[in-house]
């Protein structure tokens, strides 16, 4: 429990660093002009925006806590133990990130097909223009989703806390990255698509284009999408608008309240 303690610790800083430096770095040399979005009809105050979408990391931060972190604990306690030798130390951790990683392409494709998922990760998604905030902008309600059905994955997978720790530490740098309003070198920028899922790929994932919205899952690694036919032939634009196809953003106490309303 004690490495556990240090590991969730490492983990706090590591990305509350990045996040800072993702976000100054992104003001500074921004891909994109940040577009004015509309509520309503009026014109959103971008610090507005940045405000809304820090809301939902706060709330998260506050509550994820008491209930993500011992449902992960409980996982990991109760795994089914079947683990062969090979799957210790460094091999076993690579195995677990593949795991993880696979396994975060395929609740992110179901949060895009089933309609009760869409609900609340629909939230995520009608933000009008991404930047580092929007990778800290998700409803609570799928937040602890997740937790739960990962918490099923840890103890079939017997994955352990450890593992789940680091992976969720490279999960959150990686979405922070790829939502991130940062220009990059072109030859970079395509040179780490190959291996790692960038804003190039990512935005067009964010795309107020349905078939668009419903393609390019990956988190992590790339490869998912070439794998699994869901990559989009879109390229990224500097005016590429940003949201969800025939909806508009609402108010944050809307956006908290809008998976538990009757939906037309």
């Known amino acids: 429990m004690e490495m556990l303690g240090e590991l969730l610790t490492g983990k706090t800083s590591i990305t509350i660093l990045f996040f800072g430096a993702v976000f100054l770095l992104e003001r500074l040399f921004p891909a994109a002009r940040p577009q004015i979005g509309r509520m309503a009809g009026k014109a959103i105050s971008p610090l507005l925006r940045v405000a809304r979408n820090l809301g939902f990391a706060g709330i998260n931060a506050l509550i994820s806590p008491l209930i993500v972190i011992p449902i992960t604990v409980w996982a990991s306690r109760w795994s089914l133990d079947w683990r062969p030798d090979w799957m210790t130390g460094s091999a076993g951790l690579v195995f677990d990130l593949l795991v993880l990683d696979f396994w975060i392409y395929w609740w992110h494709r179901a949060n895009h097909r089933v309609p009760f998922l869409w609900r609340f990760h629909e939230v995520h998604h009608l933000d009008q223009f991404l930047d580092v905030t929007t990778a800290v902008r998700f409803h609570l309600g799928e937040v602890l989703l997740s937790a739960i059905v990962r918490g099923a994955i840890i103890i079939i997978l017997a994955v352990p806390s450890m593992s789940v720790v680091i992976f969720e530490t490279a999960l959150l740098l990686a979405t ?50 070439k794998l699994f036919a869901s990559r989009s032939p879109t390229k990224r634009s500097p005016d590429l608008e940003i949201g969800v196809e025939g909806e508009s953003e609402e108010p944050f106490l809307s956006l908290v309240s809008k998976p538990f309303r009757i939906q037309n």
């Open 176 to 225: 922070m990255f790829h939502h991130s309003n940062m220009k990059l070198p072109a030859g970079l920028e395509r040179a780490l698509s190959w291996l790692v899922v960038t804003p190039s790929i990512h935005w067009v994932h964010h795309h107020a284009l349905r078939r668009d919205t419903d393609s390019n899952y990956a988190t992590v690694l790339s490869i998912w999408d």
